[in-house]
């Protein structure tokens, strides 16, 4: 696993890593690793407060700490959808140490520079440090 960056915000931080076949497949497309660090705005007030904040008082529970880990651990592309088979998907999802998973997301992609008609999703999770 590599660490790409850290996003702070206010006494919070968020440690971003990915796993070794996530990073292959990124650099395998042409796209740079610092597209896994998300908006600091959408990434801490839309996705991670929403799940520290158990008594919905606006203010993230003390209990979850400050320090976190986002972990980008697989790939989900979509291969169409028909009547017969339904959504057809493929991919991969590496393992990883999921104690104290907060919660999952994705990252979309709707283009790579060897092809504009590519559409993926980076998987991720949150994790409590």
Same mark, same amino acid.
């Given at each position: 696993m590599k660490t790409i960056g850290r996003?702070?915000?206010?006494?919070f931080e968020i440690e971003i890593k990915a796993t070794p076949k996530v990073i292959e497949y990124l650099k395998n497309e042409g796209l740079s690793l610092a597209m896994l660090i998300p908006n600091a705005y959408?990434?801490?007030e839309q996705v991670l407060f929403d799940e520290i904040d158990e008594d919905g008082d606006g203010e993230p529970d003390k209990k979850f700490?400050? !320090?976190f880990e986002l972990i980008c651990y697989g790939i989900t592309?979509?291969?169409g959808w028909n009547e017969k088979e339904g959504l057809k998907v493929e991919g991969f999802?590496?393992?990883f140490n999921k104690k104290n998973i907060l919660t999952h997301s994705g990252i979309q992609i709707d283009s790579?520079?060897?092809n504009t008609n590519k559409k993926f999703i980076i998987n991720y999770a949150?994790? !409590?440090k």
């Open positions: 996003i702070k915000f206010r006494k959408n990434l801490y700490g400050e !320090k592309e979509g291969r999802k590496e393992n790579t520079p060897k949150i994790l !409590k």
